[in-house]
């Protein structure tokens, strides 16, 4: 039999630092942020006592009390009930609260103790309580509550051996909860907390203006904060693009090596075309967008970390109550440019169900990353090839505000159907002070999203990628013509038969062949475009980029007309702003929402929606004359 | 809601009380009410408004709080004697 793994659980208000409490006990990675909600799971973790007891940590999602009904509320409700099978009942509660305002975070606090878990009350932001003239006595604060006090400051490491000498066994005692005669309830709780921060945490009298009040003043001005607001966002779409070109051409001249090496060492034949033309090339078209990819989350996390995305939450409230949606909306949608899945599990941060329930349904028409390949492919298609301009990032912002309104729309659209909530949720949102990003969190985070992407890269992609080679390699036919060859190869014949269904929409039986493809993973339309059009892979990417887009540009219908005119990439754009094209996305959905008919529904709505919106742009840009 | 030994007259809504002054906390009285007191919101806490609109924000507690006008019409408040 081994040792009985203890169980303790961080639990306490959001964004008071569990999640760096959480890393700095166990070495651990999980994201931190400035905005309340970055946990919206339970997040496990181990460390070891001072006389060398391995325990396992549990961080929980924050929330202000356990009775409420709101997603992350009941995951800590559950967990700290012992409800959570994996888990058991916890051994020891460690409530993390904000030094600087404990009045608001003891009855949370009050109420785990009152479950009579054996807990140690963690007193973190020690330093923010010292900047605002608080006089803690975390003594006299342990005497009132019944169990050990310890005070820290996560983020700089200090308190955290203290802190461990605490957890060492045996476990402290459950509180004898003083408070609880005079009544348990919330008003009872908040009354007592009022009364010992009296003597434990004195407060100046005088209210004093903050440094973040007077950056408030200006990013929350009715005018200049809007100014800011978008001057901001501008910054970080340009930020994207410009900022990535230096990786890129890292990874170009990477993938362009490892073609030439591999060209030169194997003789001609079809393993060096699968290895060169299928895998190289193919994984490469996507990998190439990697640092655009890591810049986005970089931008999202800057904002968490900073504090700004509660004030941009604030902010775009109003905007938002248009669409039928809360300002509490906006992190979720804001996320899912950079991937819908962590958006769609950042809904458990709205306390409202049914708004939930329309932000998981709306938040993948927020451009993702995935898409921003297919972007990058077709954009310069209809400014004269040329890549980076100016105008491409207007462009860009267009595909993003349109598919963002359309969200909008249907938002509107499906709150007026689902109706208004059973219970009233008015706007309330904590802001953060500002602080300086925690850059190592933010680029472990980084580290994390870049290794899932290659591993995406190096299993999935790869897998269609050699699929795709092997289905237009074979049947091989008797003809040296590879316009022969593709005809008569798998994807000839399926390109033949998808023909007439897709050619309504403007496209060809080849580019219908690579939207089925990436209806698995979108950003491997590059790539299988790259095979399909049959472009010569020079080792490097922009000029394969822009040799597609040259041979594409050269494509016609058999009647000689163009097959790649501006009217139909626009027409091959809307399908990809609108499409759902990704499977991990509908799991998740069908995870957070629980219900299979509207994670389908979902599917089928946005790749209907989809068509159909491509069908219209192509056949009334005809009728137009375009 | 103990209101008994307040005048009446100095009662006011958060959502009405003027910008850039302290307040008492009085009441809290609506539907928003357990939502208010998960947050932080109690009777005898001194808040202050920092700025006004369709959400308002005010400091509570050293905290900075964002409340929708609705939820601020529920917290009933007294001026804070300078």
């Keep these: ?31 931190v942020g400035n905005f309340p909600g970055i946990t919206v799971d339970l997040k496990e973790g181990f460390t070891r006592t001072p006389h060398g007891r391995r325990i396992r940590i549990i961080d929980l999602p924050g929330c202000f009390s356990l009775d409420g009904g709101s997603p992350d509320q009941q995951i800590a409700r559950r967990a700290l009930d012992g409800e959570v099978l994996a888990l058991g009942k916890p051994d020891l509660a460690l409530c993390v609260l904000d030094a600087s305002s404990l009045e608001r975070h003891l009855p949370l606090a009050m109420e785990v103790l009152e479950r009579g878990i054996p807990a140690i009350v963690v007193l973190n932001l020690v330093d923010r309580a010292q900047k605002s003239g608080i006089r803690l006595d975390p003594a006299k604060l342990s005497e009132e509550l019944g169990v ?26 459950s509180s004898d909860c003083s408070w609880a005669a005079q009544g ?5 709780r908040q009354k007592f907390a009022m009364e010992i921060c009296r003597t434990t945490a004195r407060r100046p009298e005088a209210h004093s203006l903050t440094m973040s009040d007077r950056i408030d003043s200006v990013l929350l001005h009715p005018v200049f904060g809007w100014i800011a607001f978008l001057g901001i966002m501008l910054f970080v779409f340009w930020s994207i693009f410009s900022f990535s070109s230096v990786p890129m051409g890292w990874v170009e001249s990477a993938q362009g090596w490892l073609a030439a090496t591999v060209e030169a060492a194997m003789p001609a034949g079809d393993l060096r075309d699968l290895l060169v033309g299928g895998i190289i090339e193919g994984v490469g078209a996507v990998v190439i967008f990697l640092p655009q990819i890591l810049m986005l989350f970089f931008m999202i996390g800057l904002f968490e970390s900073s504090g ?11 905007f938002m109550a248009r669409a039928g949606l809360s300002g509490k909306a906006f992190l979720p949608l804001l996320s899912s440019y950079a991937c819908a899945i962590p958006g769609v599990m950042a809904t458990r941060t709205i306390d409202s169900a049914k708004e939930r329930l329309i932000t998981i349904f709306v938040a993948p028409w927020m451009s993702c ?15 004269g090839g040329v890549e980076g301009a100016w105008t491409q990032s207007v462009v860009f ?41 925690q850059w190592g969190y933010i680029f472990r985070h980084l580290i994390e999203r870049g290794g899932s992407f290659l591993k995406k890269a190096g299993t999935l992609i790869l897998g269609l990628m050699i699929l795709l080679w092997a289905a237009r390699t074979y049947p091989k036919s008797d003809s040296n013509d590879p316009a022969e060859q593709m005809r008569h190869s798998l994807v000839g014949r399926v390109s033949q038969a998808i023909e007439p269904i897709v050619s309504p929409l403007g496209f060809d039986g080849r580019t219908g062949t690579a939207i089925l ?19 010569d892979d020079t080792g490097d990417e922009t000029l394969l980029r822009t040799s597609l887009r040259e041979v594409m540009a050269r494509q016609t219908w058999p009647d000689g007309r163009l097959l790649f005119t501006p009217l139909s990439v626009v027409s091959l754009l809307i399908f ?20 299979w008919k509207w994670a389908a529904g979902q599917l089928v709505f946005m790749s209907l929606f989809a068509a159909l919106m491509s069908l219209i742009v192509y056949r009334v840009g005809l009728w137009l004359g375009f | 809601m103990t209101r008994n030994s307040i005048g009446t007259d100095y009662l006011q809504t958060l959502a009405q009380a003027d910008v850039g002054c302290n307040f008492r906390i009085q009441a809290l009285n609506g539907p928003g009410c357990d939502k208010l007191r998960s947050m932080g919101f109690c009777e005898e806490m001194e808040i202050r408004k920092l700025a006004d609109g369709r959400n308002l924000i005010c400091s509570l507690c050293g905290a900075r709080l964002a409340l929708s006008s609705r939820l601020a019409d529920q917290v009933l408040v007294s001026p804070v004697e300078a």
Excluded at chain 1, 148 to 166: F, H, S, Y
Excluded at chain 1, 373 to 382: A, E, G, R, S, W
Excluded at chain 1, 576 to 595: D, F, K, M, N, W
Aim: with cysteine; hydrophobic share 50%.
């Design chain 1, 1 to 31: 039999m081994g040792e009985r793994l203890d169980t303790i659980m961080l639990v306490g208000n959001p964004n008071v630092g569990k999640s760096t409490l959480f890393n700095a006990l166990t070495g651990g990675s999980a994201k």
């Design chain 1, 148 to 173: 050990p006090v310890v005070a820290t400051r996560a983020d700089k490491g200090l308190g955290i051996l203290e802190l461990r000498q605490a957890i060492r066994h045996p476990l402290p005692h």
């Design chain 1, 184 to 188: 348990g309830a919330s008003g009872g």
């Design chain 1, 308 to 318: 700004y995305m509660a004030r941009a939450a604030f902010l775009m409230d109003g």
């Design chain 1, 369 to 383: 990353s995935a898409r921003l390949p297919v972007y990058l492919l077709l954009v310069p298609m209809l400014l």
């Design chain 1, 397 to 437: 912002f267009a595909i993003y505000a349109l598919g963002t309104i359309s969200a909008f729309v249907v938002a509107r659209v499906l709150r007026g159907r689902l109706g208004p909530d059973e219970i009233d949720q008015p706007f309330a949102l904590e802001l953060p002070p500002y602080q300086f990003p």
């Design chain 1, 517 to 535: 493809t990436s209806f698995a993973a979108r950003e491997v339309f590059v790539g299988s475009m790259a095979q399909l059009f049959e472009v």
């Design chain 1, 576 to 595: 990809y702003i609108y499409a759902l094209q990704c499977l991990p996305t509908s799991a998740v959905v069908l995870r957070e929402s629980g219900s």
